[in-house]
């Protein structure tokens, strides 16, 4: 029987927590701040699954008449959460690892060896719960979470191997700070595609004027205008224009909004408003404007 995505979700938070107890406790007793790092990720990862999980049951909440548009922008909120969180672990990181070039202290190899080998079991085994084709944003995040740990726990046995054959100890707080990269890259990247969704900005891979132009050259279609393009939430995108129409029977009008309709689905629009109408418009060539009254010949009133 296949595992649903909360399934998946909550197998993957209770691994995680039991590795990241066991990294801490290992960063402790042998003194890496390279261990420490990786658990202080494991955390960040805790509370993304978390939230993941709360956000999944929430998101499919059906619409209602507090959100129109449904709940699917909760998991958004999990995920600006998770991304400041990355932030600050990885500031804490670099001051640490700063510290620590400065002063490198002792480290026991063979301890922090062994929980870091056993935290990249843990991390494989997670990646291969949770898959790497999905389409739900919360389970996909988290994967890409789960793949930064894996990178995080072979950096730790890399610096550990490296302390044991050369005694280099700034290989410790070298790799803490490589750690600490990733997570800001991830972090940043994270919190900017979660505000650019906040910030209604066109979706990646649409573009506007080409949609349009394909919509205008269908037949029975004068004009495109007063367009919009946004995100509801992740792969959720609205579209909604005015179509200047010739002067139709209703049920003709409506073939030719079922047709556009097919055309945005085919592009990725999830959710489309079409208003319909045969009037004069005063657009000056551009796409986003509004249609000017008409007189009853046809001409506009100025």
């Known amino acids: 029987m296949a595992l649903t995505g909360e399934k998946r979700l909550a197998i993957t938070l209770l691994v995680t927590l039991l590795i990241m107890a066991g990294?801490?406790?290992?960063?402790?007793?042998?003194?890496?701040?390279?261990?420490?790092?990786?658990?202080?990720?494991?955390?960040?990862?805790?509370?993304?699954?978390?939230?993941?999980?709360?956000?999944?049951?929430?998101?499919?909440?059906?619409?209602?008449?507090?959100?129109?548009?449904?709940?699917?922008?909760?998991?958004?909120?999990?995920?600006?959460?998770?991304?400041?969180?990355?932030?600050?672990?990885?500031?804490?990181?670099?001051?640490?690892?700063?510290?620590?070039?400065?002063?490198?202290?002792?480290?026991?190899?063979?301890?922090?060896?062994?929980?870091?080998?056993?935290?990249?079991?843990?991390?494989?085994?997670?990646?291969?719960?949770?898959?790497?084709?999905?389409?739900?944003?919360?389970?996909?995040?988290?994967?890409?979470?789960?793949?930064?740990?894996?990178?995080?726990?072979?950096?730790?046995?890399?610096?550990?191997?490296?302390?044991?054959?050369?005694?280099?100890?700034?290989?410790?707080?070298?790799?803490?700070?490589?750690?600490?990269?990733?997570?800001?890259?991830?972090?940043?990247?994270?919190?900017?595609?979660?505000?650019a969704i906040f910030l209604n900005l066109t979706p990646k891979g649409f573009n506007v004027e080409s949609l349009v132009t394909r919509i205008a050259g269908m037949p029975d279609v004068i004009d495109v205008h007063d367009v919009h393009l946004w995100p509801v939430a992740h792969n959720n995108v609205a579209f909604s224009a005015h179509i200047l129409v010739d002067d139709k029977t209703l049920g003709e009008v409506e073939m030719t909004r079922k047709n556009i309709e097919k055309v945005l689905r085919e592009a990725g629009v999830h959710h489309s408003t079409l208003q319909m109408e045969c009037s004069c418009v005063e657009c000056g060539g551009s796409l986003y404007c509004r249609p000017g009254p008409c007189g009853r010949d046809g001409t506009h009133n100025h």
């Open 23 to 195: 990294e801490m406790a290992g960063g402790f007793l042998s003194n890496s701040l390279a261990l420490l790092s990786d658990a202080g990720h494991m955390v960040t990862d805790a509370l993304a699954i978390a939230l993941g999980l709360v956000a999944a049951r929430i998101s499919r909440r059906p619409a209602d008449r507090k959100a129109t548009f449904g709940y699917q922008r909760v998991g958004l909120v999990a995920a600006l959460i998770n991304g400041l969180s990355l932030l600050a672990i990885a500031i804490l990181i670099f001051h640490e690892s700063y510290r620590r070039f400065l002063a490198p202290p002792a480290v026991e190899i063979p301890v922090m060896l062994s929980i870091a080998a056993l935290g990249l079991a843990g991390n494989l085994a997670m990646a291969l719960i949770l898959g790497h084709e999905h389409k739900d944003l919360a389970i996909r995040s988290v994967w890409l979470h789960v793949l930064g740990d894996t990178l995080s726990s072979a950096g730790v046995i890399v610096s550990g191997i490296a302390i044991h054959f050369t005694g280099w100890t700034y290989a410790d707080p070298l790799v803490s700070a490589l750690i600490g990269c990733v997570i800001i890259w991830g972090g940043v990247r994270l919190v900017r595609d979660t505000m």
